[in-house]
């Protein structure tokens, strides 16, 4: 009997090395390693306070990598040319670095927000952006490994320098080296891409896009609501909540994203381009569901599993680990596991909706997921934190799951028709 699961277990590993997921998942495990277990030693000695700090900066980076992308990633995935790839790599790069820069006019509204975090969030996201839509550029040119390395250096320079910075006390330490793991993971993704780089061609880009204008109509906004609904919380408790409290719920956010992160981006970098191939050589959907439902499946009991240990082991140790320090960290991870867990249904497959151009159905969606958040911060301002986070961590499980269930009824529609329009 152990023979023969043993058998089936190395088969289905080999089948999903064969579909390059543990080379994404090699770069992606060492870097969330390092994020998660860097992350609490550094929590501890930085303390609640900065690391709330912390977690406004990783707001404002991943809010605005998302607002300069302009949804170039799915243009590099999508379009079958591939001079007309690097042309939309090149120009997009410099149009992204315009964008920064008017960007850097949210320093002049008033928020309860350091203008240097600020400042340093934008550069950061504009980093950020390269280096994501290189790794998509080289992912589609199945670069793998290459994928795979820019994936952990910065999260292992960040936290080397964060580690530096405790002994030789630089201010906001934490942001200061996470900055610069970026801009190495920036240095590493031009390096890596600059053989593709080309003259940029603008008319020929725009006439690239206007192919593909519902990226622009649908996705690009979708994407960029489903950042503010994601990444807004930790601004919104800042306005509400004290620092330390805003410390506690962005590590445990953290803790507990990062199983989503190592394990589902690593499916989605390879299912994406795979679903797009499906897609493109047949008419019949049944092959794209069945590889669909696998792969968000797989995910979902990998999340499952780890979910269960972290709740089960690891929130006692980190009450040692934290002492009292952190009263509140465990509860809020018990609570946010239900909401995450019904995103891991979503995560690994979310570009299925473009891929089938029901990008309609993905810009509702965020607008729920950015409402979750008004929703939720009303509730905890009238009735505490613990409220918010059980609201916010219930609309999350309600609504994922319900766009999950959404999604196999779409195939089965499309299906009786046999062809994706």
């Known amino acids: 009997m152990f023979s023969y699961t043993s058998r089936m277990f190395f088969n289905k590993f080999k089948r999903i090395n064969d579909n390059h997921i543990t080379t994404i998942f090699k770069g992606n495990f060492i870097s969330k390693f390092v994020l998660v277990i860097g992350g609490l030693v550094l929590a501890k000695y930085y303390g609640a306070a900065e690391y709330g700090i912390f977690g406004i900066y990783l707001s404002i980076t991943s809010i605005i990598s998302v607002l300069l992308g302009f949804a170039q990633e799915h243009l590099i995935i999508l379009e079958p040319n591939e001079k007309n790839i690097n042309n939309i790599f090149s120009s997009s790069s410099l149009l992204s670095v315009g964008a920064m820069f008017f960007c850097f006019g949210l320093v002049f509204i008033p928020f309860e927000i350091p203008k240097s975090i ?17 790794k998509f550029l080289l992912a589609r040119k199945k670069q793998f ?8 250096s910065d999260a292992v320079i960040s936290f080397l320098f964060q580690v530096l910075f405790v002994f030789i006390k630089i201010e906001n330490g934490l942001v200061i080296g996470s900055l610069l793991g970026f801009f190495s993971a920036f240095i590493a993704a031009f390096f890596f891409s600059k053989k593709h780089f080309s003259i940029p061609n603008f008319r020929l880009y725009f006439q690239t896009v206007k192919k593909r204008m519902e990226l622009l109509k649908y ?37 507990i994203s990062v199983p989503l992160m190592m394990i589902s981006s690593s499916i989605a970098m390879v299912y994406y381009p795979k679903a797009a191939e499906i897609n493109n050589r047949q008419k019949d959907t049944n092959e794209l569901f069945k590889y669909t439902k696998k792969m968000s499946l797989l995910n979902f009991y990998f999340i ?57 159905i993905a810009f509702y969606f965020n607008i729920y997921l950015l409402l979750v958040n008004i929703i939720a911060i009303y509730i905890g301002r009238e009735k505490g934190i613990t409220y918010l986070v059980a609201a916010f961590s219930s609309m999350l499980f309600i609504g994922y799951g319900i766009l999950y269930f959404y999604i196999l009824t779409l195939f089965k529609k499309n299906e009786s028709n046999q062809k994706i329009y």
């Open 145 to 152: 490994k290459t994928v795979s390395f820019l994936t952990m």
């Open 118 to 134: 600020i400042i340093l969030g934008i550069f950061t996201g504009y980093l950020s952006v390269f280096t994501n839509n290189s």
């Open 219 to 255: 996705t690009y906004p979708s994407t960029l609501i489903n950042a503010l609904g994601n990444n807004i919380m930790p601004i919104l408790i800042s306005l509400y909540f004290a620092s330390s409290i805003l410390g506690e719920f962005t590590l445990a956010v953290k803790i």
């Open 304 to 360: 499952l599993i780890l979910y269960f240990l972290i709740n089960l082991v690891g929130i006692p140790i980190l009450e040692i680990f934290f002492n009292k320090d952190w009263e509140s960290l465990g509860l809020f991870i018990f609570i946010m596991s239900f909401g995450y867990l019904s995103r891991s249904l979503i995560n690994p497959i979310s570009d299925i909706l473009t891929i089938l151009k029901k990008n309609k």
